[in-house]
């Protein structure tokens, strides 16, 4: 929709020129949810595309998404064979709400600093150890994984003026076995639990959950757990506070999905011979 | 800047916060359509550099130097893409709004999305069709027929007259246009549920450069009156002002900024200071009506058709005959239960919204997104002390309806900002408008009690209904009685009770919505009908047979109406109960569900009378052109209802020629005549009615003139195609014409139906549903509704709006819902918030006729547009009942709402 109070766009090439932030500004990558709601507080767009920032770098260590790679661009990124996680990334894009349509527009970053529990790139990105590097507002530099950058509904770690500038995923968790559960209250709908599990070479298994949960939540676990082991470790990790409520979603269903679709992960990963 | 837009260049520079979908249409690209503004709908859909974006959600300086497609621009001018030609043959559109969309997005996809299009088309609403005619566009399977034989329109599938402009992006609609000085209205909104307007200061609104004016209260006429649009004015009360002194709920229109542009009306509104004193507000229907509780409309009276003011109740019904108490106590089975229905929105992709200005002979026209313009128009003489030939109220094509615009909710303002000011204006509501300042289905609350013999025989039906209308009383009666009408006639049983409510909260109005009351009571009668059979050991159809009414029995319901001309002009129930029958029956492949999956069927029937009471009046008139084609003109409107299609097939019909030869003008005050509107299924009943009486009346007119001509006997003419014909002897209509205009009797005929009397329709569905008992999801396996149409005027679009009744229908059982926190503020006003069916969501229904024809219905023909809605929820919640052993009594049917009482029963 028009965001008829935005007086001015400003085009920074580098981050030298990244304007001094005000009250009023907002930074504007895919800006697919900004113009999708009455932002009658905003006079200034800073739009990041002139800052050229490439989609997707590979090194030997690490996958790195900037901020403004589109959810289309990374969805078809061509994975190495021992990518063993890659499908993840297919299905947390098909997680979205919204179609193909907006993944050619929307942002990687901007899901992450939308902060939904329904995000699917906070799901993608925290279940594969992502590290979130941040522009703060004073020059700094700061490195944060998307477990701990996504506070809560709606809530980060940035104040204002703080950009996020990348996420780089470790090479080595792409190369885990994983499983991912995702359940919605309609066939296409929005996530209300979205579950990804996985299994390191040393049997390290890793579940997180998100969409269920105000935040994306992390549980470790040394070696493959039994069903009993996985319950009770997410009945106490998972507080019934933490069980996100809204529209999409009753609090007692998210926890029962969230117990459900764990077991269904752990017994995938854990109970079936390795191929 | 510079863009390429469909492969012209422009050089224009867009506003910095401006979006490419207004950016397009100030170009003139009035194609690209607002359905919410907020890049859920799709229906802004263009193509940028070849692919598919939500316009709306597009920085318009983004699109610098690249190349823009809109519908207008995807084929060369007067061509078809071949996916708009699919649109066409498959006829995959109602109303049209969300076509242009679909098209270029079903254009765009490949082979691989092709094959998956419930996530492919997930960005694309279309709230007409259920997504069966999509499907087909895409399979490049053909609906329409080519043209058939003259005299035989009647009862084949002819295509949409609007269909080549509709898929090409040119049909237009409420605000397609462009008017010069157009000045822009925004309405400052209450933020309070419950509030007395203390001071509204003007003065800094009015210093935004562009203000025009501020209309408030003290401009808007003393007088009351209600938004809802009926024949006769006294089915609802007078208890609303164009601009109020008292706020009723949040969302409630304080003031209008009238303003040079949107944003500097929008301005205006965020600097108006507005000094509320603020009211207690009750937004729970329960303790509206309870002693204490705060009174909403304090001083309305009976004679203002309020019903009781001190306790809230703006309508009651109470009656019984029999005795309801004693049959119960001696009956061998009774079931008692109480079932709640949500507040759900129409979401007609057109949000509410017109144009007015004054012409140049003082005359104010009104073009709005309305079903209602003859009825409109007459509320705005009365509202402003016009006289009915100073007003003018139309519609062109309108983007769906639903029974949301069988109201009056922009024309009021429009009309005041138009004469204050002298220039023409425009108000579009925006999307979340819609939700929390419009009309929503009235949540009920229902208590039902039912009870029967050994034999399966009723003996007592009793329903206590409590109806939630909101703020205001538009609708709140007539839906209340109709909700205890024909769920409850369509029963033979000696006892019968209902006592029912209407009451005020302080919440967003409640209004007309397709099906108007049954589809809320439906789900508690059918349920217990269902249940009686179940300890009865008998199956739902026979129960159904054992009891429904037949011809000659009288359709009874307590208190006795007034209204005695509902007839059985036909009656096809027991076929349809015998269609959806055999269709359950058929050997169908069970998909391979794990056994969490439990599966059950269920069936509900519905009765209806074909037109609402007391009165529904139509003029049509027909003239024969000196080109030999015919002029019909008809008052009703077209919203995707498909009336438009249907009036040329009668009018061809009764002149013996081909639907090309009838041009239509339509729901224009200015072509005379009146037409009460589109509403209560009456398009193709009462005004398809008038337009075969005037047809009729010309054919017998142009065999009397070729007679005269002739010197023969008018009964020895018959017509043939384009031509009078008797024995040898053939005058051309065109001839025929100018015979006429030489004698200055110009060949024309008018028509008139006054809605009386009535008859009645049926329809039944029924599911076959899997129900996971471990998540509470559920599966449609099976969907079948049979329908008795009479004789089907078009079975194409006859099954459209089976079909589309039923998808939006399953989008109220299973997933919409208005959500109204504890102040009365709607929560979840936009659509990624209300889920709204997309194309994964609604199952394919088959659709059976029965083979009737009725007696009063023209050329057979009876209503079929609300009806199909009717049944669903309450089919479903039969299902779902079958399937679990648990009777569900709240819809939608959610499965975090389902999910407790099926762990507490299967303990998963």
Not at chain 1, 51 to 74: N, R
Not at chain 1, 188 to 193: E, I, Q
Not at chain 2, 453 to 464: E, F, I, P, R, V
Request: with cysteine; hydrophobic share 40%.
């Amino acid at each position: 929709m028009d965001l008829n109070t935005i007086a001015a766009v400003a085009h920074p090439q580098t981050r030298a020129q990244l304007p001094a932030w005000t009250a009023g500004d907002a930074w504007l990558a895919g800006g697919t949810w900004l113009f999708s709601e009455p932002q009658e507080h905003l006079n200034r767009l800073i739009d990041l595309t002139d800052l050229k920032w490439p989609a997707l770098t590979i090194s030997e260590t690490h996958l790195s998404i900037s901020a403004t790679c589109t959810i289309a661009q990374l969805d078809a990124l061509a994975c190495p064979p021992d990518w063993l996680a890659a499908p993840l990334i297919n299905q947390c894009c098909r997680a979205f709400l919204a179609s193909f349509k907006i993944w050619k527009t929307a942002t990687v970053g901007g899901n992450l600093c939308m902060s939904l529990p329904a995000g699917p790139m906070i799901s993608l990105t925290s279940a594969l150890d992502g590290i979130c590097t941040i522009w703060q507002a004073n020059g700094g530099e700061q490195k944060i994984p998307v477990v701990e950058f996504v506070t809560g509904n709606n809530r980060n770690r940035l104040t204002p003026g703080d950009l996020l500038r990348q996420i780089d995923i470790p090479l080595t968790a792409l190369k885990r076995r994983s499983a991912f559960r995702q359940i919605s209250l309609t066939p296409v709908g929005r996530s209300a639990a979205l579950l990804i599990g996985s299994l390191g070479d040393d049997g390290t298994f890793t579940l997180t959950v998100t969409a269920s949960t105000v935040r994306p939540i992390q549980l470790l676990l040394p070696k493959s757990p039994d069903a009993a082991t996985l319950g009770k470790l997410i009945a106490q990790e998972i507080a019934d506070d933490l069980y996100h409520d809204d529209v999409h979603g009753k609090p007692f269903w998210r926890k029962h999905m969230t117990l459900r679709l764990a077991e269904e992960i752990r017994s995938e990963l854990c109970d079936t011979a390795r191929p | 800047m510079s863009f390429e837009i469909n492969g012209t260049p422009f050089s224009e520079r867009p506003r910095a916060g401006q979006c490419l979908r207004t950016f397009l249409r100030e170009l003139g690209h009035f194609g690209v359509k607002k359905g919410c503004d907020a890049g859920d709908c799709g229906a802004c859909t263009v193509l940028l550099d070849g692919e598919p974006v939500h316009s709306c959600l597009i920085p318009a300086f983004r699109a610098e130097g690249r190349a823009i497609t809109t519908i207008e621009g995807l084929a060369p001018e007067g061509g078809a893409h071949p996916m708009q030609q699919a649109f066409l043959d498959a006829q995959a559109f109602q109303c049209g709004f969300c076509t242009a969309g679909m098209i270029l997005t079903c254009a765009s996809l490949n082979q691989a999305q092709r094959t998956d299009l419930g996530a492919s088309l997930k960005g694309n609403i279309c709230r007409c069709t259920g997504y069966r005619a999509i499907e087909d566009a895409l399979n490049g399977t053909t609906n329409v027929e080519e043209t058939v034989e003259p005299g035989t329109a009647f009862g084949r599938s002819l295509p949409a007259p609007a269909g080549p402009d509709v898929v090409r992006g040119r049909a237009r609609y409420t605000f397609d246009t462009t008017i010069e000085g157009l000045l822009h209205i925004k309405l400052k909104r209450s933020p309070h549920p419950h509030a007395r307007i203390v001071a509204i200061d003007k003065a800094a609104a009015l210093a935004v450069p562009g203000v025009h004016a501020v209309l408030t209260h003290e401009d808007a006429p003393d007088r009351l009156f209600s938004t809802a649009r009926h024949e006769r004015d006294w089915m609802d009360p007078d208890d609303t002002r164009v601009l109020d002194d008292v706020v009723r709920f949040i969302g409630q229109k304080v003031a209008a900024v009238v303003a040079e542009t949107e944003a500097a009306a929008e301005e205006g509104c965020r600097r108006l200071k507005v000094d509320y004193d603020i009211l207690p507000a009750v937004v729970d229907p329960e303790r509206a009506r309870a002693p204490g509780a705060p009174i909403i409309h304090p001083d309305r009276t009976q004679e203002q058709r309020v019903a009781n003011a001190r306790q809230n109740i703006v309508a009651e019904k109470h009656g019984e005959f029999g005795n309801v108490a004693a049959a119960l106590a001696s009956s061998a089975v009774t079931y008692e239960g109480t079932f709640t229905t949500q507040r759900v929105q129409h979401a007609a992709l057109e949000t509410h919204g017109g144009l007015a200005w004054l012409d140049a002979t003082g005359v104010l026209n009104v073009r709005s997104s309305t079903q209602v313009p003859f009825l409109t128009r007459r509320t705005l003489a009365d509202l402003f002390d016009l006289p009915k030939d100073k007003v003018r109220v139309f519609c062109e094509r309108v983007g769906g309806g639903f029974g949301s615009k069988q109201e009056m909710f922009v024309e009021d303002i429009l009309a005041l900002a138009a004469l204050k000011t002298g220039r023409p204006v425009k108000l579009e509501l925006t999307r979340e408008e819609q939700f929390i300042a419009t009309s929503t289905r009235h949540p009920m609350r229902v208590h039902v009690k039912a009870g029967a013999d050994a034999d399966g025989k009723l003996t007592a039906l009793q329903l206590d209904v409590l109806s939630n209308t909101g703020a205001y009383g538009n609708h709140a009666g007539p839906v209340l009685f109709h909700a205890a009408q024909e769920c409850l006639s369509v029963y033979n049983c000696p006892n019968k009770k209902v006592d029912a409510v209407a009451v005020y909260t302080n919440t967003v109005p409640s209004g007309a919505f397709r099906g108007y009351g049954l589809p809320q009571t439906l789900i508690a009668v059918e349920a217990a009908i269902d249940e009686l059979a179940k300890q009865l050991g008998i199956s739902s159809f026979d129960i159904r047979r054992r009891n429904v009414v037949k011809p000659g029995d009288p359709m009874l319901t307590p208190p006795p109406s007034e209204y005695h001309d509902v007839e059985y002009g036909s009656y096809g129930l027991d076929q349809c109960l015998d269609l959806v029958e055999r269709a359950m029956q058929a050997d169908a492949p069970m998909p391979d569900l794990s056994p969490d999956w439990l599966t059950g069927e269920g069936i509900a029937l519905t009765m209806i009378d074909t037109v609402p009471p007391a009165g529904h009046i139509a003029d049509a008139a027909i003239a024969l052109r000196d080109d030999g084609s015919f002029e019909l003109t008809v008052g009703t409107a077209e919203f995707g209802n498909g009336t438009s299609t249907v009036h040329r097939q009668i009018a061809a019909s009764a002149l013996s020629t081909t639907v090309d030869n009838i041009r239509l003008r339509q729901s224009d005050t200015v072509h005379g005549g009146h037409d009460t509107g589109a509403y209560g299924s009456a398009g193709i009943f009462v005004a398809g009615k008038a337009t075969q009486a005037a047809a009729e009346t010309l054919a017998d007119e142009l065999k009397r003139a070729a007679a005269d001509a002739w010197l023969c006997d008018a009964a020895s003419c018959t017509l043939d195609g384009h031509s009078v014909v008797s024995g040898v002897k053939r005058i051309s209509f065109a001839e025929l014409a100018e015979l006429a205009r030489a004698q200055g009797k110009p060949l024309a005929a008018s028509g008139n139906s006054g809605g009386t009397p009535r008859s009645v329709a049926f329809n039944v569905q029924g599911f076959r549903v899997a129900v996971n008992k471990g998540t509470g999801e559920i599966k449609i396996l099976k969907s079948v509704q049979a329908a008795d149409a009479g004789r089907v005027a078009n079975p194409m679009q006859c099954r459209g709006q089976v079909e589309g009744g039923v998808a939006q229908s399953l989008g109220a059982a299973l997933y919409e819902e208005m959500v109204i926190d504890a102040d009365g503020c709607v929560i979840n006003a936009k659509f990624r918030d209300y889920h709204l069916p997309s194309f994964a969501d609604v199952p394919r229904t088959e659709v059976f006729f029965a083979e009737t024809s009725d007696a009063i219905g023209p050329m057979g023909a009876k209503s079929m547009s609300e009806s199909p809605y009717n049944p669903v929820a309450a089919a479903l919640g039969n299902a779902i009942a079958d399937a679990t052993g648990i009777r569900f009594t709240s819809v939608p049917f959610k499965p975090d709402r389902l999910f407790p009482a099926l762990q507490d029963k299967f303990g998963v």
